[in-house]
């Protein structure tokens, strides 16, 4: 049997979390109940309801959990309306990995390193943190600043609290839009309280989210002193194949799915802004 | 070189259809196309211009990818893959194909063949047998030789010349030479000369053409910014109705949509031909990187222009075939992007 590279394999929902009021997260497994496929922090899979679509998540969960894989997923369109009712025991399709990693094992190795998420945004983030923290002597100082519209759209927050938190030389900041009742934390926007925090501009950053808290945020680093060339995020764009061949993902002369998501600022420089 | 009487390619067509398919230029509905050869059909070699590119015999404008069976909360896949329960394809010949759509194969194996390879492109690549055929009366909307094609010395498994008596046949490759020998007795040997003769008449009716000296030397990897924010966009796209009718036409337009389809009998998933002008193509549920018919357009001719050959050695992804230039409504064409943009000696 020929491997066919657009040919999902079943994936079986083994838990669903509900993170936020929008959001929530499916464990799957394969029939076998194993992991579907290996993967590095930053990857994405393809995963679909069988006539209502296929779309592509990040995978959020670790590499270095090698019984199941996560994907937290906001319910924002036709697709992930339908992917929110599904319960546990149903399958769904998977097939991936696609798209270049975070070079955790290069560029990151010895560094310390910032994370700064925004919403749902934690979801390809959760991956590479995770990582970092399995093999945590590989890397320096952690911080993690990461903000939602409220406490309640805080995803994973018991893993950040329980876990994250307690970690050693490991330091998380988390806000809020606004004032709400029983949030004693830092209320503000991430760019703004990225820029209130004293960062060691020597830090190597990623940051995830929304495309105008990115920009500000970045507009925020660099101005505090942070280097492009130590900045990663990633993308999303609409995607059918994965593979770099429907046509759809590409900005200028990479596409998203094969080039991407994982893009360094300086190479976000290079190509047209239309993303 | 080998030859055939025109009488006798009905002969040859025949022959050729016992063990293979055979993709040729047949007259239907008033349109010439590539169908399957057989008895009775109206071949037209002679038609330069085919409506639709032959890019459908391996890239096909819809195409089952796989079946879902669905019970309960269990999915299975069944017919997965072009290859359903391990067949191999049964080879076909793709008969009469200009050098202009040659190197639009080219242009697509390097998408579709690139890793991660594509499959079911893969699958009728390797059943196929490329027969092409020179050109003896290009047209005016042709500007193959500007990207380097000799329409008058195709390449392929076989080569094939047609003049008003006979077809010239010269095998290039172990698939040609297999393909000969299916009917080698129809065949006859010479043709050189008259091969020769032709080559040098079309040559100088080529030279002629009115876009023969189009200038690309703008379109480079190292001018993407500058091209791409060049204000001209805006007046060359106004026209544009985002009909798609230019990259339905286009030999190497590759785009395409995985979708879903529910039957009483499982969902079918499928791929289907789709198109970069259209304003869903990019439509996210939380937005769309192109929501202006100016970026689509230029999306397009930047992909053909630069985009592709900045990731393939400087190969351009437009072929001069001109089909592009005979079909939209609007008269908006490659040509005028090229003549605006491309570069000085265009003035």
């Known amino acids: ?275 | 070189m080998l030859k055939i009487a025109k009488e006798r390619l009905n002969e040859l067509y025949a022959k050729i259809s016992e063990s293979m398919g055979l993709f040729i230029p047949i007259k239907k509905g008033g349109e010439v196309n590539y169908h399957v050869w057989g008895e009775g059909k109206e071949v037209s070699l002679e038609t330069l211009k085919t409506v639709k590119s032959p890019k459908n015999m391996f890239f096909p404008q819809t195409e089952n990818m796989m079946k879902f069976k669905t019970e309960g909360k269990n999915i299975e896949i069944l017919e997965a893959g072009i290859r359903k329960q391990g067949d191999e394809l049964k080879p076909f010949v793709a008969f009469g194909v200009k050098a202009c759509d040659y190197k639009a194969i080219e242009v697509l194996d390097k998408v579709f063949l690139a890793e991660p390879v594509d499959t079911f492109y893969q699958a009728r690549r390797n059943a196929t047998t490329i027969v092409t055929l020179a050109c003896s009366k290009p047209e005016e909307s042709c500007f193959c030789g500007v990207f380097g094609i000799d329409a008058t010395n195709p390449q392929g498994d076989v080569s094939t010349w047609l003049d008003e008596k006979y077809l010239y046949w010269q095998a290039n490759t172990e698939k040609g030479e297999t393909l000969t020998s299916l009917a080698s007795e129809l065949f006859e040997k010479g043709g050189e000369t008259e091969v020769e003769a032709q080559k040098t008449s079309t040559k100088a009716v080529l030279a002629q053409l009115p876009f023969a000296n189009l200038d690309l030397s703008r379109f480079k990897p190292e001018n993407l910014n500058e091209l791409f924010d060049d204000t001209r966009w805006e007046e060359m796209s106004e026209a544009c109705l985002g009909c798609g009718t230019c990259t339905f036409v286009c030999p190497t337009c590759q785009c395409f949509d995985i979708r879903d389809f529910k039957t009483n009998d499982g969902v079918i998933r499928y791929r289907c031909w789709d198109s970069c002008m259209y304003s869903d193509f990019t439509l996210m549920a939380h937005g769309n990187s192109r929501t202006t018919q100016m970026q689509r357009f230029r999306q397009r001719f930047m992909h053909k222009l630069v985009y592709y050959p900045s990731q393939n050695d400087g190969l351009y992804s437009c072929v001069g075939c001109g089909r592009c230039v005979n079909k939209c409504p609007q008269n908006l064409n490659i040509v005028k992007v090229i003549k605006t943009l491309g570069g000085k000696k265009n003035d």
């Open chain 1, 1 to 275: 049997m020929i491997e066919e590279n657009l040919i999902p394999k079943i994936g079986v929902i083994t838990d669903v979390r509900k993170d936020t009021p929008d959001v929530k997260t499916f464990r799957v497994v394969g029939t076998d109940g194993k992991k579907l496929f290996k993967h590095m922090p930053g990857q994405c899979a393809m995963v679909s309801v069988p006539g209502v679509g296929e779309c592509m998540f990040s995978i959020t969960s670790s590499p270095t959990n090698e019984e199941y894989m996560e994907f937290s997923i906001k319910k924002c369109g036709c697709v992930t309306e339908v992917i929110h009712s599904l319960e546990v025991g149903q399958q769904i399709t998977v097939r991936g990995p696609y798209g270049k990693n975070f070079p955790v094992e290069e560029d990151f190795k010895g560094k310390d390193l910032l994370f700064i998420a925004g919403g749902i945004g934690l979801a390809p983030l959760r991956s590479v943190i995770n990582y970092v923290r399995h093999y945590r002597s590989n890397y320096g100082k952690v911080v993690i600043v990461y903000g939602a519209r409220s406490k309640d759209d805080l995803v994973d927050i018991e893993e950040i609290q329980n876990e994250w938190m307690n970690e050693p030389n490991t330091e998380v900041y988390l806000t809020i839009d606004r004032p709400q009742e029983g949030w004693d934390g830092h209320v503000g926007f991430v760019p703004a309280y990225v820029k209130e925090l004293g960062l060691n501009p020597n830090m190597t950053a990623v940051l995830c989210g929304p495309p105008i808290m990115i920009k500000f945020t970045l507009a925020g680093l660099l101005e505090i002193g942070f280097d492009k060339s130590r900045v990663y995020t990633t993308l999303e764009l609409r995607m059918k194949c994965g593979i770099g061949k429907c046509g759809r993902c590409n900005v200028g002369d990479k596409f998203v799915c094969k080039d991407g998501p994982v893009f360094r600022m300086t190479e976000l420089d290079e190509l047209p802004d239309e993303y």
